[in-house]
């Protein structure tokens, strides 16, 4: 029986173990179950992670995955075998030049877009693989349409289209055994990456939605692969986004790669906006760079709308049939005084076809001047889905063309031509050229290079531009109107946008594209031909490798543990110097030692962050005052929080010494009077400071201020975390700029921007803690610190630079450590709050047992 569960899903999985290393040289079968098919549940221990050098190889090689390899498939007239040519329009294909054949090696990975029976697999799997460079999957039919038809169009594709599942008929409620198909071909397509990659030189490049779930099963098996994903649809908002009940998984899988690509600014804020919101992660950006730091990987985000093949679009406009074409066009409508508007879409719900249509009817409507001349010529591609939506669109696009040509029509005379057969690129390139204005009108859309085609089809050249009746000086014109929620409306500025759903409005931008002066036409047409020439396909591929390669150039140093089971999988990266901090280790330090120092963070260290009750258990008071007992300790408790609840909370631990507020204050004992790390602190900046943050906190629900005896703190922990963190930004600027002839600092944290006394930190504390034990003559040979933020790297540091000078034993153990696997100046770590409390009772009990209570 099928587990309900999402993180153990991959548990039901079987299959083959892959071999590892370069492609053999002849592929064998992958044999294939409609289930579940994973190892990721096995011991992380078993995750390959070679420090071994890698073979060095002539160039490199890149593997690039998407659903559908770039061929086309012919079965023989005699059903004897099958003929391959290569997809010219693929996409895949086309990125191939610009990589460079001298420089990168390119190899295939994808389905083929026919049935081939199993007797057959071997032999095409050879075939491809010598003469095309092409590893087919193969997908058993019953598991390719739940996989394809599915989970991919009927759920994840309408969601990523802003389609919300608000009935069965609408969007499409989520379907679990529709997700397991979709998770059981990632892993296949996943089984047959393992058999051909070498993981520490090649890279693999995953494309769209398709394959969102395959980086964690390739980080599973090689936690230093070299991985990119580009995302070729949109991505939507965190609100729609939410609904998906196997939303984490996906953000998850996403994040195990290193690099991922979306074509606008909008789709990767979304997308970033989720990891934010779901996941409790923050981006920043470095230098132009944006980056998300997850467990210790920087996962880079790229923005790059794809391109269009110059070279292969401009060999389309140089073909024969291509110019005989358009003088037949010209003949049919321009040398009849009909001016052609041109739709080129798929039959589908998302791209606005009866849209454009009720405005064009609308242009009529209202400019009786262009009846008998303006005619759109509808080119609709057949759907890439199936269903009901798709039947209706094209009943309510038929029965609106019906309609409109027997208002306006006219002997000899239709306002829409409607071709709904697919036609070959150079008839599409001949149309373009004709055209005078070309209609994009899309209610949500990925990139859409029609706008790009249309412009550089334009351009034309010498022969066809005679055709056209332009003489070689004459300067090239080509007007677009397109939807603003198309994802290459943002690279088209001379373009006339336009909300689709405002009909009045988009017949507005008709008539303006059509009444248009000429010379802004051109000058309209010169700028996109520049943007969209130097833009291409090529330059978009370049690109993304090389932001891959400058990503991934730092895997070879870094140390990776893989963590977690099924789709929550992920890897921790370290520097290879930090490391876990060892129980057996740590306790026989202490047990040997005479003189120790132990300095302690109180939030996210002894006491987890999500707690609402922020103060300490009787547990961990009785752990504290063992510890303190125990006469070879000076345990010290090092805090941000002020020094009257520090009091408050800690009144029965005699013996342990406090710092409050980052050790502005100190105690070394109860009984002792406070005293000041630095000169008595001028707290007149306040009045300045807390006017300024109520403003803020007025203005962000969620958000409190903490007003400490030397500093103020701003908290945005409970409210929205993209507003709280927009909001944090701005207050830290503007305090910074209101407070800049103050003695303060102003420093943001984790969900805090607070406002305290220069010279004021947790490493002033470690210093003075260490100076003090020197001058009574007690000088440490054992020093633990153990904190979980910023404010206590400043610890980190003093103690890993005390190490070589005289405040500590020559041959003191020392162990700075850190909450949770993370960059940081500490040498050890340890997971969470739960195993701190673990080690200080671990070290309670020896003292224990030296000095046990009287």
Same mark, same amino acid.
């Given at each position: 029986?099928?587990?309900?569960?999402?993180?153990?899903?991959?548990? =039901?999985?079987?299959?083959?173990?892959?071999?590892?290393?370069?492609?053999?040289?002849?592929?064998?079968?992958?044999?294939?179950? #409609?289930?579940?098919?994973?190892?990721?549940?096995?011991?992380?221990?078993?995750?390959?992670?070679?420090?071994?050098?890698?073979?060095?190889?002539?160039?490199?090689?890149?593997?690039?995955?998407?659903?559908?390899?770039?061929?086309?498939?012919?079965?023989?007239?005699?059903?004897?075998?099958?003929?391959?040519?290569?997809?010219?329009?693929?996409?895949?294909?086309?990125?191939?030049?610009?990589?460079?054949?001298?420089?990168?090696?390119?190899?295939?990975?994808?389905?083929?877009?026919?049935?081939?029976?199993?007797?057959?697999?071997?032999?095409?799997?050879?075939?491809?693989?010598?003469?095309?460079?092409?590893?087919?999957?193969?997908?058993?039919?019953?598991?390719?349409?739940?996989?394809?038809?599915?989970?991919?169009?009927?759920?994840?594709?309408?969601?990523?289209?802003?389609?919300?599942?608000?009935?069965?008929?609408?969007?499409?409620?989520?379907?679990?055994?529709?997700?397991?198909?979709?998770?059981?071909?990632?892993?296949?397509?996943?089984?047959?990456?393992?058999?051909?990659?070498?993981?520490?030189?090649?890279?693999?490049?995953?494309?769209?939605?398709?394959?969102?779930?395959?980086?964690?099963?390739?980080?599973?098996?090689?936690?230093?692969?070299?991985?990119?994903?580009?995302?070729?649809?949109?991505?939507?908002?965190?609100?729609?986004?939410?609904?998906?009940?196997?939303?984490?998984?996906?953000?998850?899988?996403?994040?195990?790669?290193?690099?991922?690509?979306?074509?606008?600014?909008?789709?990767?804020?979304?997308?970033?906006?989720?990891?934010?919101?779901?996941?409790?992660?923050?981006?920043?950006?470095?230098?132009?760079?944006?980056?998300?730091?997850?467990?210790?990987?920087?996962?880079?985000?790229?923005?790059?709308?794809?391109?269009?093949?110059?070279?292969?679009?401009?060999?389309?406009?140089?073909?024969?049939?291509?110019?005989?074409?358009?003088?037949?066009?010209?003949?049919?409508?321009?040398?009849?005084?009909?001016?052609?508007?041109?739709?080129?879409?798929?039959?589908?719900?998302?791209?606005?076809?009866?849209?454009?249509?009720?405005?064009?009817?609308?242009?009529?409507?209202?400019?009786?001047?262009?009846?008998?001349?303006?005619?759109?010529?509808?080119?609709?591609?057949?759907?890439?889905?199936?269903?009901?939506?798709?039947?209706?669109?094209? #009943?309510?696009?038929?029965?609106?063309?019906?309609?409109?040509?027997?208002?306006?029509?006219?002997?000899?005379?239709?306002?829409?031509?409607?071709?709904?057969?697919?036609?070959?690129?150079?008839?599409?390139?001949?149309?373009?050229?004709?055209?005078?204005?070309?209609?994009?009108?899309?209610?949500?859309?990925?990139?859409?290079?029609?706008?790009?085609?249309?412009?550089?089809?334009?351009?034309?050249?010498?022969?066809?531009?005679?055709?056209?009746?332009?003489?070689?000086?004459?300067?090239?014109?080509?007007?677009?109107?397109?939807?603003?929620?198309?994802?290459?409306?943002?690279?088209?500025?001379?373009?006339?946008?336009?909300?689709?759903?405002?009909?009045?409005?988009?017949?507005?931008?008709?008539?303006?594209?059509?009444?248009?002066?000429?010379?802004?036409?051109?000058?309209?047409?010169?700028?996109?031909?520049?943007?969209?020439?130097?833009?291409?396909?090529?330059?978009?591929?370049?690109?993304?490798?090389?932001?891959?390669?400058?990503?991934?150039?730092?895997?070879?140093?870094?140390?990776?543990?893989?963590?977690?089971?099924?789709?929550?999988?992920?890897?921790?990266?370290?520097?290879?110097?930090?490391?876990?901090?060892?129980?057996?280790?740590?306790?026989?330090?202490?047990?040997?030692?005479?003189?120790?120092?132990?300095?302690?963070?109180?939030?996210?260290?002894?006491?987890?962050?999500?707690?609402?009750?922020?103060?300490?258990?009787?547990?961990?008071?009785?752990?504290?005052?063992?510890?303190?007992?125990?006469?070879?300790?000076?345990?010290?408790?090092?805090?941000?929080?002020?020094?009257?609840?520090?009091?408050?909370?800690?009144?029965?631990?005699?013996?342990?010494?406090? #710092?409050?507020?980052?050790?502005?204050?100190?105690?070394?004992?109860?009984?002792?009077?406070?005293?000041?790390?630095?000169?008595?602190?001028?707290?007149?900046?306040?009045?300045?400071?807390?006017?300024?943050?109520? =403003?803020?906190?007025?203005?962000?629900?969620?958000?409190?201020?903490?007003?400490?005896?030397?500093?103020?703190?701003?908290?945005?922990?409970?409210?929205?975390?993209?507003?709280?963190?927009?909001?944090?930004?701005?207050?830290?600027?503007?305090?910074?700029?209101?407070?800049?002839?103050?003695?303060?600092?102003?420093?943001?944290?984790?969900?805090?921007?607070?406002?305290?006394?220069?010279?004021?930190?947790?490493?002033?504390?470690?210093?003075?803690?260490?100076?003090?034990?020197?001058?009574?003559?007690? *000088?440490?040979?054992?020093?633990?610190?153990?904190?979980?933020?910023?404010?206590?790297?400043?610890?980190?540091?003093?103690?890993?630079?005390?190490?070589?000078?005289?405040?500590?034993?020559?041959?003191?153990?020392?162990?700075?450590?850190?909450?949770?696997?993370?960059?940081?100046?500490?040498?050890?770590?340890?997971?969470?709050? *739960?195993?701190?409390?673990?080690?200080?009772?671990?070290?309670?009990?020896?003292?224990?047992?030296?000095?046990?209570?009287?």
């Amino acid at each position: 029986m099928v587990s309900s569960s999402y993180s153990n899903l991959l548990d =039901l999985a079987s299959g083959e173990s892959p071999s590892f290393g370069r492609m053999p040289h002849r592929l064998p079968r992958i044999m294939t179950v #409609a289930g579940i098919i994973s190892d990721l549940d096995d011991d992380p221990a078993d995750s390959v992670c070679s420090d071994s050098s890698s073979s060095s190889v002539p160039k490199d090689r890149i593997i690039i995955v998407a659903n559908q390899l770039p061929i086309r498939v012919h079965r023989k007239p005699d059903y004897e075998g099958w003929d391959f040519f290569w997809d010219e329009d693929s996409l895949l294909h086309q990125l191939k030049d610009g990589l460079g054949e001298d420089e990168v090696e390119v190899l295939y990975v994808g389905c083929l877009k026919e049935d081939i029976h199993p007797n057959e697999q071997d032999d095409i799997s050879q075939i491809l693989l010598e003469k095309f460079k092409c590893v087919p999957t193969f997908i058993p039919p019953e598991l390719f349409s739940r996989f394809y038809h599915g989970f991919c169009k009927q759920q994840l594709w309408p969601l990523f289209h802003y389609m919300l599942p608000l009935s069965p008929d609408l969007g499409g409620r989520f379907d679990r055994s529709l997700w397991q198909a979709y998770v059981s071909v990632n892993k296949i397509f996943a089984d047959r990456i393992l058999e051909v990659i070498s993981p520490e030189d090649d890279f693999v490049w995953v494309h769209d939605y398709h394959l969102m779930v395959l980086p964690t099963f390739l980080r599973k098996r090689f936690n230093r692969v070299k991985l990119g994903f580009f995302l070729h649809s949109p991505f939507p908002s965190s609100e729609i986004y939410k609904t998906l009940p196997v939303r984490e998984e996906l953000l998850r899988a996403l994040l195990n790669s290193d690099l991922i690509g979306f074509h606008t600014f909008d789709y990767a804020r979304h997308f970033l906006s989720c990891c934010s919101r779901m996941l409790g992660l923050s981006y920043e950006s470095k230098r132009g760079y944006i980056g998300l730091e997850y467990y210790g990987r920087t996962v880079s985000i790229k923005i790059l709308p794809v391109g269009i093949h110059m070279g292969q679009l401009q060999s389309v406009l140089s073909l024969p049939e291509t110019e005989a074409k358009v003088v037949e066009l010209i003949k049919q409508f321009t040398e009849r005084g009909r001016i052609m508007l041109l739709g080129v879409d798929d039959m589908d719900i998302f791209k606005g076809i009866t849209l454009k249509l009720l405005a064009l009817e609308q242009l009529l409507l209202q400019h009786q001047e262009w009846r008998g001349k303006v005619v759109l010529v509808q080119i609709a591609n057949p759907a890439r889905g199936r269903g009901k939506d798709v039947q209706e669109v094209q #009943a309510e696009t038929y029965s609106t063309v019906k309609r409109i040509n027997e208002t306006f029509g006219q002997p000899g005379y239709e306002p829409v031509i409607l071709i709904d057969e697919p036609l070959k690129f150079f008839e599409r390139v001949a149309y373009y050229m004709v055209a005078e204005c070309c209609l994009v009108t899309a209610v949500r859309d990925g990139m859409n290079l029609i706008p790009y085609e249309y412009i550089i089809s334009r351009q034309g050249n010498e022969k066809l531009n005679n055709a056209v009746g332009l003489v070689p000086s004459s300067s090239k014109k080509s007007m677009l109107v397109v939807s603003e929620f198309i994802g290459c409306s943002p690279s088209l500025s001379g373009a006339i946008r336009v909300n689709p759903w405002n009909i009045d409005a988009v017949a507005d931008a008709m008539d303006c594209a059509l009444e248009m002066p000429e010379p802004e036409k051109e000058l309209r047409h010169e700028k996109h031909c520049k943007y969209v020439s130097s833009h291409d396909v090529g330059y978009w591929a370049h690109s993304f490798l090389q932001d891959l390669r400058r990503t991934c150039k730092d895997h070879i140093c870094r140390r990776c543990w893989g963590i977690g089971f099924g789709l929550g999988f992920r890897v921790v990266a370290l520097d290879p110097n930090f490391r876990k901090l060892s129980m057996e280790h740590i306790v026989s330090a202490y047990r040997r030692t005479k003189t120790r120092a132990i300095l302690l963070d109180y939030d996210g260290t002894l006491m987890p962050q999500a707690s609402i009750d922020k103060s300490p258990s009787s547990k961990s008071i009785d752990i504290l005052n063992s510890l303190c007992r125990d006469k070879n300790n000076l345990v010290f408790l090092v805090s941000a929080r002020s020094r009257q609840t520090l009091t408050e909370w800690f009144s029965p631990c005699e013996k342990l010494g406090i #710092a409050a507020e980052h050790g502005y204050f100190f105690r070394m004992r109860r009984e002792d009077k406070w005293e000041t790390c630095v000169p008595v602190a001028d707290c007149s900046w306040k009045q300045t400071a807390e006017p300024v943050m109520k =403003l803020y906190t007025e203005t962000t629900d969620g958000s409190t201020i903490e007003d400490k005896e030397t500093g103020l703190v701003w908290c945005y922990e409970d409210a929205d975390p993209d507003f709280g963190s927009c909001q944090a930004k701005e207050l830290l600027d503007h305090l910074e700029s209101v407070l800049a002839n103050d003695p303060v600092s102003v420093k943001s944290g984790q969900n805090i921007v607070e406002v305290k006394p220069q010279g004021v930190s947790k490493g002033l504390v470690a210093e003075r803690l260490l100076s003090t034990m020197e001058e009574k003559g007690m *000088v440490p040979d054992f020093v633990l610190c153990i904190g979980d933020d910023r404010s206590d790297e400043d610890m980190f540091e003093v103690i890993t630079r005390n190490m070589a000078g005289s405040s500590l034993a020559q041959m003191a153990e020392v162990f700075a450590c850190t909450v949770g696997r993370k960059p940081s100046k500490a040498k050890y770590y340890l997971d969470d709050t *739960v195993e701190i409390v673990r080690l200080m009772q671990g070290l309670a009990s020896v003292s224990e047992q030296a000095f046990p209570v009287s």
